[in-house]
């Protein structure tokens, strides 16, 4: 089966020389619909499809340019060629900066028109292909977007409908406790000491649930950030958390980077905090935090010589509720990584670890390096 003829829209004002060109190109695989005036092409492109516009850049009336530039406005994806005379060129140029793809001289061999025509098929394809891949790149972006709102509402439908359980259970054993604990065997305190406990982790876990899902909607607000000050905030922070654990924290020089201060503070406080609970065990705990430079990138690190982990089981560090350690040696509820990969990533940065068992751990993560 042949293909079929390729619409194109042809405007001379000379009627001859309109007719001959429209039977020429009627013979070469396209399907001509010629007119003496741009008004009556105008018209036409607004009801019918055409994949180029052939036109004559002298005209009374609406001119070649005027043509070419109202018919993008209705069909942008539309390619424009402009005929002239050899005394026109300088305004056929002018013509292809306002839009038209090329230009051919009058009288013009066939031959010379249909490799002009064919050159500007090929941008009407090329602009097809854009514009849909544009579209379905919007598309996606909207479908996206309506995932990530409806997670982020979902997250806070669960949080508000599990938080108000908990603290029901916490303040009804709470009472138990203050109002009647004497009364109770030590077994059954401890197990009340038990619940209490769960709940703070529940809650804690809701917390950052609520916390992971709302990353998603969270564009980075980036600016200059000084991370020597905000990592100095971060440890005084921690210190003041842990007074009774002696921690050796040595910060080196930290370069500058571009980013969201908050969401960096998030990030740093999730691995320095890690570092300070895996080392609070070992007889001299000792956490160093640096950085260097790598192109375009700064690389942060956060080292500590507690008790490590094996590396075969590295690729569990950031899932959501991943843990490589039992709850009953260090707490936490396994979200902090995960938070800290998602903000370094909308970054656009990439974050990894590297450990031994007993002989600590360091994680790495890159940022935009500050502008200048």
Request: aromatic share 6%; with cysteine.
């Amino acid at each position: 089966m042949s293909p079929a003829p390729i619409p194109i829209l042809v405007v001379d004002d000379e009627q001859p020389h309109l007719e001959a060109l429209c039977e020429t190109l009627g013979g070469s695989g396209y399907a001509p619909t010629g007119f003496t005036d741009g008004a009556a092409a105008l018209a036409a492109l607004a009801t019918a499809r055409f994949d180029v516009l052939l036109a004559d850049l002298q005209m009374p009336g609406i001119g070649g340019i005027d043509l070419l530039r109202r018919a993008a406005h209705i069909d942008p994806a539309m390619v424009g060629v402009i005929m002239t005379g050899a005394g026109s060129i300088a305004t056929a140029v002018e013509a292809m900066r306002v839009g038209a793809l090329d230009y051919v001289l009058k009288p013009f061999r066939r031959a010379e028109l249909l490799h002009v025509l064919s050159r500007a098929l090929m941008m009407r394809t090329l602009r097809q292909q854009n514009a849909d891949l544009e579209a379905g790149l919007r598309e996606r972006s909207e479908e996206l977007l309506a995932i990530n709102q409806g997670l982020e509402s979902f997250a806070a439908s669960v949080s508000h409908d599990l938080r108000a359980p908990l603290r029901a259970i916490g303040g009804f054993v709470g009472i138990l406790i203050e109002e009647h604990g004497a009364q109770f065997p030590a077994e059954a305190q401890g197990l009340f000491q038990r619940v209490v406990r769960n709940v703070k982790n529940m809650e804690e876990l809701i917390a950052g649930l609520l916390r992971f899902a709302r990353l998603g909607q969270q564009a980075p607000n980036r600016q200059r950030v000084d991370i020597a000050d905000l990592v100095l905030a971060v440890v005084v922070d921690l210190q003041a958390g842990h007074a009774g654990t002696a921690v050796a924290v040595t910060v080196a020089a930290l370069h500058p980077c571009q980013g969201d201060p908050v969401l960096l503070r998030q990030v740093f406080f999730n691995l320095i905090a890690n570092a300070f609970k895996y080392t609070r065990t070992g007889a001299r705990p000792e956490i160093a935090i640096g950085s260097h430079l790598a192109e375009r990138e700064v690389v942060y690190h956060v080292r500590d010589n507690g008790v490590g982990f094996a590396m075969a089981h590295a690729e569990r560090l950031f899932g959501v509720f991943q843990r490589l350690h039992r709850e009953e040696e260090f707490e936490g509820n396994g979200i902090g990584l995960s938070i800290a990969q998602r903000i370094v990533q909308r970054h656009g940065g990439r974050i990894w670890a590297e450990a031994e068992p007993g002989k600590g751990a360091c994680f790495s993560f890159t940022l935009p390096l500050a502008e200048a």
